[in-house]
């Protein structure tokens, strides 16, 4: 059974950080891309990063030059690095399997001062 469990969600003021983590289980986890999605108040669900088992990653617009996703493939864990958060940046993250619909719970990020 496909298991994601995100963790390291919480207040934050602006411009600072906070590192999210996204472990899996049930899947060889080095053979398949991953990707973190959010979704703020209001708004539809957006992805925000993505890392191939290449190691090969991408951002969108929103986030590009602040945030960071990496792997490690033998903790079978992904993560989102972010700096100089914004009250923006506030949303439940979720991480995804890249094209399938395995998706964790969520953890939800505050950016308020």
């Known amino acids: 059974q496909v298991q994601l469990v995100e963790s390291g969600g919480g207040l934050v003021q602006p411009g600072g950080s906070l590192r999210l983590s996204c472990a899996a289980s049930g899947i060889i986890f080095s053979d398949y891309a991953m990707t973190w999605w959010r979704q703020g108040p209001g708004n539809q669900r957006e992805l925000v990063a993505t890392i191939f088992t290449t190691g090969t990653t991408t951002y969108s617009d929103s986030v590009k030059g602040r945030f960071s996703i990496s792997r490690d493939n033998a903790k079978n864990t992904v993560y989102l690095q972010m700096n100089s958060l914004k009250p923006a940046d506030t949303a439940v993250y979720y991480c995804?399997?890249?094209?399938?619909?395995?998706w964790g719970k969520g953890t939800l990020v505050t950016i308020s001062s």
């Open positions: 995804r399997i890249y094209n399938m619909n395995y």
